[in-house]
């Protein structure tokens, strides 16, 4: 979408998305009509409507705010479409549900104004008034979910879901937002982290909110959204850390275990550990090998970014190589599986003992998972790296 034709140079653009929130809109209007006008910045309202019903529309536009219709549904949505119709060099984005302090944005301007890409407000340092955060959220929802997004990506800011935010237009649209629901604000904290791009964070307050009606949020199902969309951007976490550990500890076990029992203290290891311990490999093993499929797609889709590290990786590796890897360990497998058929043939296939047979069969079975899965990977990997055209709306371009 272009952006709208400016008349006038605006510096500013305080946005704030709109569903049915006639209760509250003209207040918030007003008291960002009172900061511009206090603080000299040249700026406008914007009012991101996502369908209202209540006649919040004729309200912001008989107080001079311009409203922007968002044709699709969801709060996400209506944050895209508001940054895209902003005609300020940078937004400040908060509800209108007259929760967030409108009326002092001079810390967002400055911060923006000397370089920051994103400024985040941190409620939990500038003041939350009883009764405008449930006691779930306080204490334990924000900061468990900040505290993850800070583990797992590192943007330096200690509330990573404070609705109150200020923002580079142009670097923010750089970012290619793509969420329409509720993981919005995440993605842009995730995205402009992954991005490298200067993230500060300065005091704000959260008052309770003027609404009669119970808010969009529903704690458990968005809190879920929000955590699965952080582990989904950091596959790191979400397979290979897991996988590796799994990985790891089942091989170890069962290679230890191929050799004879292992007695610690009164407790017993034999072939009935080395059958859960094979389990515990594959698993992580197939937790490895998503995180190479779905750092390829999310890497040729542009989810997320590729490290140098990443791509030189990707340079060398090949689908061949993999075919290779996976045929050489399927082929251990069965060379294990042959040896013990010999074994069992010079005994004139008689009965044998259970647990050397076991012993025998669980290395062999493994190699042979683990060679199938490799050899399938690498089929599905090449599938992913092929070169293909990208059918766009205005063009056909090789990718």
């Given at each position: 979408?272009?952006?709208?034709?400016?008349?006038?140079?605006?510096?500013?653009?305080?946005?704030?998305?709109?569903?049915?929130?006639?209760?509250?809109?003209?207040?918030?209007?007003?008291?960002?009509?009172?900061?511009?006008?206090?603080?000299?910045?040249?700026?406008?309202?914007?009012?991101?409507?996502?369908?209202?019903?209540?006649?919040?529309?004729?309200?912001?536009?008989?107080?001079?705010?311009?409203?922007?219709?968002?044709?699709?549904?969801?709060?996400?949505?209506?944050?895209?479409?508001?940054?895209?119709?902003?005609?300020?060099?940078?937004?400040?984005?908060?509800?209108?549900?007259?929760?967030?302090?409108?009326?002092?944005?001079?810390?967002?301007?400055?911060?923006?104004?000397?370089?920051?890409?994103?400024?985040?407000?941190?409620?939990?340092?500038?003041?939350?008034?009883?009764?405008?955060?449930?006691?779930?959220?306080?204490?334990?929802?924000?900061?468990?979910?900040?505290?993850?997004?800070?583990?797992?990506?590192?943007?330096?800011?200690?509330?990573?879901?404070?609705?109150?935010?200020?923002?580079?237009?142009?670097?923010?649209?750089?970012?290619?937002?793509?969420?329409?629901?509720?993981?919005?604000?995440?993605?842009?904290?995730?995205?402009?982290?992954?991005?490298?791009?200067?993230?500060?964070?300065?005091?704000?307050?959260?008052?309770?909110?003027?609404?009669?009606?119970?808010?969009?949020?529903?704690?458990?199902?968005?809190?879920?959204?929000?955590?699965?969309?952080?582990?989904?951007?950091?596959?790191?976490?979400?397979?290979?850390?897991?996988?590796?550990?799994?990985?790891?500890?089942?091989?170890?076990?069962?290679?230890?275990?191929?050799?004879?029992?292992?007695?610690?203290?009164?407790?017993?290891?034999?072939?009935?550990?080395?059958?859960?311990?094979?389990?515990?490999?594959?698993?992580?093993?197939?937790?490895?090998?998503?995180?190479?499929?779905?750092?390829?797609?999310?890497?040729?889709e542009g989810f997320l970014p590729a490290s140098p590290?990443?791509?030189?990786?990707?340079?060398?590796?090949?689908?061949?190589?993999g075919l290779l890897i996976g045929l050489g360990l399927?082929?251990?497998?069965?060379?294990?599986?042959?040896?013990?058929?010999?074994?069992?043939?010079?005994?004139?296939?008689?009965?044998?003992?259970?647990t050397e047979v076991v012993r025998i069969a669980i290395?062999?079975?493994?190699?042979?998972?683990?060679?199938?899965?490799?050899?399938?990977?690498?089929?599905?990997?090449?599938?992913?790296?092929?070169?293909?055209?990208?059918?766009?709306?205005?063009?056909?371009?090789?990718?």
């Amino acid at each position: 979408m272009n952006r709208p034709v400016e008349t006038d140079p605006v510096e500013l653009t305080i946005l704030m998305p709109c569903l049915n929130e006639a209760e509250t809109l003209a207040v918030c209007i007003q008291k960002a009509q009172g900061f511009l006008a206090r603080s000299g910045v040249r700026g406008e309202v914007l009012i991101s409507d996502n369908g209202s019903t209540d006649g919040s529309q004729q309200i912001a536009a008989d107080l001079g705010a311009r409203v922007s219709h968002a044709p699709r549904r969801g709060y996400g949505a209506a944050l895209i479409n508001g940054i895209e119709q902003a005609r300020g060099r940078f937004v400040i984005m908060a509800d209108a549900d007259d929760s967030y302090d409108f009326e002092n944005l001079e810390p967002f301007v400055e911060k923006l104004r000397a370089g920051a890409d994103l400024v985040m407000g941190n409620r939990f340092r500038g003041g939350i008034t009883p009764g405008a955060m449930p006691p779930l959220h306080k204490y334990l929802g924000n900061p468990v979910l900040s505290g993850i997004g800070q583990l797992f990506f590192r943007p330096g800011i200690n509330d990573f879901h404070c609705g109150l935010r200020g923002f580079n237009r142009e670097r923010i649209l750089g970012l290619d937002l793509q969420t329409t629901g509720m993981e919005f604000a995440s993605e842009m904290v995730v995205k402009a982290s992954l991005a490298r791009y200067r993230i500060e964070e300065v005091p704000t307050t959260l008052k309770k909110d003027g609404r009669s009606r119970p808010p969009h949020l529903r704690s458990w199902h968005d809190g879920w959204r929000h955590l699965r969309f952080l582990l989904i951007f950091a596959p790191r976490w979400l397979f290979v850390y897991p996988g590796l550990v799994a990985f790891l500890l089942g091989a170890l076990t069962v290679g230890v275990l191929s050799f004879g029992g292992v007695q610690i203290g009164a407790v017993g290891f034999d072939v009935t550990t080395m059958v859960y311990a094979s389990a515990l490999c594959v698993m992580g093993y197939q937790s490895l090998l998503f995180f190479w499929l779905t750092k390829l797609y999310a890497t040729q889709e542009g989810f997320l970014p590729a490290s140098p590290r990443y791509r030189s990786i990707v340079a060398r590796w090949s689908a061949e190589r993999g075919l290779l890897i996976g045929l050489g360990l399927f082929v251990v497998g069965v060379g294990i599986g042959v040896v013990q058929v010999l074994r069992w043939g010079s005994l004139d296939f008689g009965p044998q003992d259970a647990t050397e047979v076991v012993r025998i069969a669980i290395p062999s079975a493994l190699g042979i998972m683990l060679g199938f899965q490799t050899v399938m990977m690498s089929f599905f990997s090449g599938v992913l790296s092929t070169p293909r055209r990208e059918v766009r709306a205005d063009a056909v371009i090789e990718s």
